[in-house]
Structures are given as C-alpha cells and as structure tokens.
C-alpha cells in the first residue's frame, strides 16, 4: 500500500484538519500584548494557563498553554487589576463626579474615566489595557449609520468617544457584588473591568463558576469542563438568546441551544377568529398570569408556555370556564389540543415567509450598501439562524399533528 494512503493515515489527517480549524495562532509576541503582561506582572498578576491568540471564527481570544481539568482555575485576577468605580474615585477625575449633580450612575462614571484615559495618551496609568480594547464593536447602538448630531462634536467628550467607552464596559465588565457609594446615583453599581480575563470569548455550550473572591481579594474563574491544549478557552456570559447576544455583546452564536423567535401578542390573535367575543377577557388572563410575552419557537419547537397561551386563546365559549386547568398544562379537549396546534403551524410558517423576505431584503442591501457590510452581515446571520429554528419548529408541529390525527 502507497504510504499515507491507508485508514490510519486518513484518521490521521482528519484530526489535523479538525484541528487546524479550532487551534489559534499565538499573538503573545505582538508588542501591545508584551506590554499587557509587563502591565499585568507589576500588579501583581501573571498567568500559566493562558495565552492572547486569534481563533477562526471567534477573532481573537484566549488559548489554553497546558491542558484544563474541571473545576481548575482558569484565571484569578488581582484587585488590583480590576478597573472599578474605587478606581475612578481615587483618581484625578475622583473629586469632579463625586460633586456632580445630579450624581453620575456607576456606569456612567466609568465611560468618563476611560474617554478621560484615552485622551490622556502615553500619560494614562491604563495605557497597556486600553491598547488592547477594540477601537470600534459591532455592538447595534454603536454602528448607528447616521449620527445623532446635526453637528460634528469637536470635543475630548464626544458622541463617538461615549458610545466606545459605553459599548466598552457594556460588553467586557464583569459582575461585582453591588455596592452603594456616596457620590453616585442610586443604580446599582455592579461593574468592574478585568484586563486579560476580558479577552475570554463567550460559549453557550460552556460552563464557569466566576466570582470576586472576597478572601483572595482576586477575580478568580473555574472551568466546569476540560480544555484540551492549544484549544480556546471559554466563558458564558449567560443562558441569552442570539437578539440579546447581537444587542447587547455585538455578535450571533451559531446553533446557541437558547436562540429563539419571539411570538407578540398580535401576531397570537392574527390567526384567531375575529368573532371570539371574549376574546378581550382571554388576552386579559393571560397578561395577569404573565403569559403574553416570551413566547416563542426554540430548538425543540414552539414552547410549552407559546401552546398553553394558544390553548387558552382557542378555548370555544362552552369550554371558558376551564381556563384555569389550561394554565395548570391540563388537556381540555381534542378539538382544543388540535387547533391550538393547527394555529401554531400557521405561525410558524408566516414566520419563515417573513424571515425569508428579510434575508433577501438584507442580500440586496449588502449590494447596494458597501459601507454597511458588517451590520448587515451580523442581521444576515441573526435572521439566518432564526430560519434554521422556524424550520425545525415547523417539522416538529407537522410531526405532532401527524401523530395526533
């Protein structure tokens, strides 16, 4: 047999290939990254397990140099590196907020501080940290095509100086127990910004446990599952769906297991009779036991509270009295268990007309509109992954009309 050309050898290449696909190349060479961990090393911190690399796919983000067991420390970074509302306090900027009025809200008090450091240059103490951040995001609200302005802000604290600092602390801060400062307002000050530990990407499929351990005086995070070497490293930012993640964070997680289309009250009633006379007072049951909003079509299909609603809603008149059983997850009848089922296939299936309209609508767009290519490639991708959903809700909805018939 020519060598190479045997089934050993072809395992072989297949597992270099998957390889190759998930490994990063290293960016701890690149000067700002030097800088970071000299930065770093002087407060106290230097790290073992990780490493700065860029990832096909996610950009870039954090490679693991050795490999991690559950509930191994992945990071324990000192107080001292965080960036927090103590911070801006004790800085030069510490005595102009606290004396502002009306107060600052904590979030607020941090955008500040880092507009204030980014214009302080070579001379802010935070230099080696803001190198890294990202001189723009992908975040919604920051890729506003127009601007808010009629007229340029020619200022340090300018319109686009606020939306980056915000869209920073936005999407990188890390949660702290709240505290209560004087000099700020009354929300809750929770954020605190953690060079390094901010480069880790975010994965629905991972879990962490992560927390400011008040012993260590250390933002410390513990991986809940392995991580082989050379492979990135993950958090979770929370169990959101890809509208939150875009909004909020400014990308799509492809095949997140909580991705999801949300159904609004009028398009429940659009497929319902018009002649329902008490259909006013079925609305009004289920906006009172909060069953009028996050109803939707996920992974496994329409959700049971997206059916319970529909099952109220379908309730004929002889049958309105046993609302209360409905809400419980009761069977009321077959008539009732059918049309609920018939009018969620509906729904569905209006859903992926729409959806498809708006990805040919985005298609044409992106021709059209070379200077937005990036927003609408991340709509593209939200609305295509919304597809993918709908199209598996609506076999499983013809699957369970099959079996019910």
Known sequence: MQKGRGRTSRIRRRKLFRSSESRGVNESHKPEFIELKRWLKDRKFEDTNLTPARFPGTGRGLMSKTSLEVGQMIISLP????????????SYLGAYITKWKPPLSPLLALCTFLVSEKHA???????????????????????????????????????????WAWCTVNTRAVYMRPRRREGFSTEPDTY??????????????????????????????????????????????????????????????????????????????KYLPSTDKQMNKKISILKDHGFIENLTFGW????????????????????????KKVLLGEVISD??????????????????EETNAMLQKVSHMKDEEAALINQLTLVETLWAEELKILQVSAEILNNLRTAFA
């Open 79 to 90: 107080e001292s590196c965080l960036l927090t509302t103590d911070t801006v306090i004790r």
């Open 121 to 163: 240059g070579d001379q802010s103490l935070w230099k080696p940290y803001l190198e890294i951040l990202p001189k723009a995001y992908t975040c919604p609200v920051y890729l506003e095509p127009k601007p808010l302005f009629s007229e340029a802000v020619e200022s340090i604290f300018s319109y686009s100086a606020l939306l």
């Open 192 to 269: 605190a910004l953690a060079p390094f530990l901010d480069l880790l990407n975010h994965s629905p499929r991972v879990q962490v446990k992560a927390a400011f351990n008040e012993e260590t005086r250390c933002y410390e995070i513990r991986t809940a599952s392995r991580c082989r070497k050379h492979e990135e490293v993950f958090i979770c930012y929370g169990p959101h769906d890809n509208q939150r993640l875009l909004l909020e964070y400014g990308f799509v997680s492809v095949c997140n297991p909580h991705a999801c289309v949300y159904v609004s009250r009028d398009t429940l009633v």
């Open 300 to 323: 496994d299909g329409p959700s049971w509270r997206l059916l319970t609603a529909l099952k109220l809603l379908c309730l004929e008149a002889e049958e309105f009295t046993c609302w």
């Open 335 to 352: 008539t009732n268990e059918k049309t609920s089922l018939e009018i969620s296939q509906k729904i569905c299936c209006y859903f992926i």
